[in-house]
């Protein structure tokens, strides 16, 4: 008896033993089991989010356009606002470039989201100019290399016919300038009036004979630079309201565009440069356009277009001093809205001898007291805020569908000062005798 006890508890040792093992064995084979369920898991995870990536990236359309430009410039223009001084000057043999990536992307049936970013700079030199601080012209103007926001906007359809389109706009680059540019339309509303950026929120309407817009923006907004909007000034904001209705004319004779624009922009400020609260309000401008294009007219090789434009002045009486760099020394004195009523009128033509060689002329001319928001900084001279007459001439050459040359010459007399200001020295832009000379070839490669 003695005997099979010590031979059941030495089983039952031996027995356990065995069990022990193989259950050490089976809990590490079940965390190698874990630990590649694990690895699985993460890889599957690694995957569902390439995937979410992916299809996130293949919802956005991309497009890009590549532009660099030589140029030889020469003239004559002031050099002190309040003498009147002028400096002959000649700079041959200057680069620039621009580069545009475009973005767009279906959200839904309804909805749709469209892009642009945007880089202008001389080449070998990002310090940029003085203009690339303004909003209106960021990534436009030649600025520090760095990319910027020229468009993002929403179109949201609640019905067919019925938009609303949300965000920075499609303001820049419209009507009168596509045919030297070579491009189908760009943008909204005629450069006459207004080229560069724009936030805001646009209605539309369209029927059979014409499309209605009914637009708000903001032109400029104060926030405190340190505190934000959690600050007080008694600056108020710009802002921008507008009317505009365009339609083809019934007639056979050729594509057609006619638009007409109204806008009213409420307390200008006196510098958009200055972010303190020592700036003020200065007034009202109102603007009106009308613009006409006809391409390939009466089944030709000519296309033309027409654009005219009327800017009318409401001062609220006050003046003020202006320190454009900040130095502590007055660059222009007793500044104000300008006085009187300006007009400006825009025409142009191309002539296509071939599919890929085509020739054109513009002509714009500005009254005294001209003041319009635009500027074309892909223009060195900005000629449509010109006071002044300005002839340009240019010829394009197509590699292909997607490049082309573009030898341009362009001669711009200045007849009074502050051209693209609205506001001048008692309100009154004095007599100068300025002029500038322009001789560029641009290659422009859309892809």
């Not at 003498?83 to 000057?89: A, E, P, Q, R, S």
């Not at 040359?405 to 007849?415: C, V």
Request: aromatic share 14%.
């Amino acid at each position: 008896m003695k005997k099979l006890l010590m031979l059941t508890m030495a089983g039952s040792i031996l027995l356990a033993g065995e069990c022990d093992a193989k259950l050490e064995k089976l809990k590490m084979e079940f965390e190698k089991f874990k630990k590649e369920m694990s690895e699985q898991i993460d890889e599957l995870y690694d995957r569902a989010d390439e995937n979410e990536l992916q299809a996130s990236l293949n919802k956005i359309k991309w497009s890009g356009e590549f532009e660099t430009r030589v140029g030889n410039y020469s003239g004559e223009r002031t050099t002190n606002l309040i003498t009147g001084k002028t400096k002959k000057f000649r700079n041959n043999n200057k680069w620039d470039m621009r580069i545009k990536l475009n973005m767009e992307a279906k959200i839904n049936e309804k909805t749709k989201f469209t892009g642009r970013i945007m880089v202008s700079k001389a080449w070998a030199n990002s310090t940029g100019v003085f203009q690339s601080q303004l909003d209106m012209l960021q990534g436009r103007a030649n600025g520090n290399a760095k990319l910027a926001l020229e468009r993002a906007y929403i179109d949201y359809k609640f019905t067919p016919n019925f938009i609303m389109t949300i965000g920075r706009q499609p303001s820049s680059d419209g009507p009168g300038m596509n045919l030297k540019y070579d491009t189908p339309r760009k943008a909204t509303y005629p450069a006459l009036l207004f080229n560069g950026e724009a936030d805001g929120i646009v209605f539309t309407y369209k029927t059979k004979p014409a499309t209605f817009r009914l637009a708000y923006g903001k032109g400029y907004q104060w926030q405190d630079i340190n505190n934000g909007y959690t600050s007080g000034t008694s600056q108020k904001d710009t802002n921008v309201y507008g009317f505009f209705a365009e339609g083809r004319l019934p007639f056979d004779i050729g594509e057609n565009l006619l638009i007409f624009s109204a806008t009213k922009t409420t307390d200008l400020i006196a510098n958009p440069f200055d972010a303190s609260n020592n700036n003020m309000n200065l007034g009202d401008y109102t603007h009106l356009g009308l613009y006409f294009e006809n391409n390939k007219a009466f089944k030709t090789k000519l296309s033309y277009f027409i654009s005219l434009a009327y800017a009318n002045p409401n001062g609220n009486g006050k003046s003020t001093n202006i320190d454009f760099d900040g130095d502590g020394v007055v660059d222009m004195p007793n500044v104000k809205l300008l006085k009187k009523s300006g007009y400006a009128y825009h025409i142009g033509l191309r002539y296509d001898i071939k599919n890929n060689f085509k020739v054109g002329y513009e002509f714009n001319h500005g009254s005294r007291y001209w003041f319009s928001f635009s500027s074309n900084v892909a223009d060195p001279i900005n000629k449509l805020a010109a006071r002044g007459n300005v002839n340009d001439f240019y010829l394009i050459y197509n590699l292909d569908m997607n490049q082309y040359f573009r030898l341009g010459y362009t001669r711009a007399d200045i007849d009074y000062a502050g051209s693209g200001m609205y506001y001048w020295m008692n309100g009154e832009p004095n007599k100068v005798d300025e002029y500038y000379d322009v001789l560029y070839t641009t290659y422009d490669v859309r892809f």
